[in-house]
């Protein structure tokens, strides 16, 4: 029997302490083992994951053979194409392409380049690692510039080619024979670029390390004074709003109904707003250029104050080489539309097309516009535009019939 104290009452077992910590410390020994045990075999999983993982990037990365894939046109094109976007977001610019750069818009390049020679400076590794042809990356701009009397050339010193055109002047070179092009002469491309009306696609032009055509608007038709735009560049064109089919004109568009007196003070407005101006063409116009009385009109008027039209075709229908064959005048028109799909790879596709025509005939014209895709390919198309002699319209429009 169980001893009782001298109460009755039963006496209290002592507490066993060791037996305690004996169930403790096997319950943490076997849950060390079991963790082990389990660290062991995923380990072993996940070496064995990694291990397939780079066996399978190894075979994507060669053929059967052990050599790279060759990629397609339009896969190179696809890499060329994110590497100008990952370029042109850095804001990056680099020592000047292989091509020459312009002559002419002397006054806006040095504009250009004051306000981004820091930047310049510290981007301009970077660039080069990462493209090599990439010379001046446009799409962000920089700091806006005012392309005003006071920071631009000098009228008197602008177009030096051009020096006041009287009629009998551009007459005589809309008329004469077509001019030959020289014996072993590289192929000549001219570039416009149309709808400038401001001055921050006017500081991206003049920036470009390419010969460009700006074809300004006159103030009318943005009711902005786009004359002092003008004063920047040495070698522009007048981008004159033409009646459209289909497209909205405003009041300052001319129409195929508007009689030659009306159309002879347009043109007389426009040779006091830009008198040293040259070149004249069409801003749509396809209703305007299929109407041969209306463009003999124009023609007449444009002849009587010293402009020369080019063509930019925007209508199959234009009738503006019939008028000008009628009046005795060289056809001079745009050959390619560089941006009509505003990507900087279907820019540079066209580029090539231009570049070929221009080998083929000898010369051609293109024309683009102040879109941001459309500069970037201009100025990261060294490997393309490098077969060429670009040029400016004085410099081609002779060897058009």
Do not use: W
């Not at 032009?205 to 608007?217: H, Q």
Request: glycine share 4%.
């Amino acid at each position: 029997m169980a001893s009782r104290n001298p109460r009755g009452h039963r006496k209290k077992r002592p507490i066993n302490y060791i037996a305690i910590a004996f169930v403790v410390i096997l319950c943490f020994l076997s849950g060390a083992v079991t963790y082990a045990v389990l660290d062991l075999v995923f380990s072993g999983n996940k070496a064995a994951l990694q291990q397939s993982s780079r066996k399978q990037a190894s075979e994507s990365a060669s053929d059967p053979r052990g050599k790279k894939p060759r990629l397609s046109a339009a896969e190179k094109e696809a890499l060329i194409q994110k590497e100008l976007d990952k370029i042109a977001e850095q804001n990056v610019t680099t020592p000047k392409m292989s091509i020459e750069p312009a002559r002419q818009n002397s006054a806006g390049q040095n504009l250009a380049r004051q306000n981004s020679a820091n930047d310049n400076s510290q981007n301009s590794a970077n660039s080069i690692a990462s493209l090599n042809s990439v010379a001046v990356n446009l799409a962000s701009g920089g700091p806006d510039l005012n392309f005003t009397a006071a920071n631009s050339a000098p009228e008197n010193s602008i177009n030096s080619t051009a020096q006041s055109y009287a009629s009998g002047s551009a007459d005589d070179l809309s008329k004469s024979p077509r001019k030959a092009l020289p014996a072993g002469s590289r192929a000549k491309l001219a570039i416009i670029i149309d709808d400038v009306g401001t001055d921050e696609q006017a500081q991206k032009i003049a920036a470009l390390p390419v010969r460009v055509t700006p074809s300004i608007f006159p103030p009318e038709y943005q009711r902005k004074d786009t004359r002092a735009l003008a004063r920047g560049f040495e070698h522009y064109a007048i981008h004159l709003p033409m009646e459209a089919s289909s497209a909205k004109n405003n009041s300052a568009t001319l129409r195929a109904s508007d009689n030659y007196e009306k159309l002879q003070g347009v043109i007389a407005k426009l040779r006091a707003d830009f008198p040293n101006a040259k070149f004249i063409n069409n801003h749509t116009g396809s209703k305007f250029t299929a109407d041969e009385r209306a463009m003999q009109n124009l023609l007449r008027a444009m002849n009587e104050h010293g402009f020369l039209f080019i063509d930019s075709r925007t209508s199959p229908a234009t009738k503006a080489k019939a008028a000008m064959n009628g009046l005795g005048m060289r056809y001079v028109h745009r050959d390619v539309f560089l941006d009509n799909q505003n990507s900087v790879a279907a820019v540079r596709k066209k580029l090539r097309e231009a570049v070929t025509l221009a080998k083929k005939q000898g010369y051609a014209i293109a024309i683009g516009h102040p879109k941001s895709s459309t500069l970037r390919a201009l100025a990261n198309s060294a490997d393309i535009l490098g077969e060429v002699d670009l040029v400016y319209l004085d410099e081609i429009y002779e060897y058009y019939e």
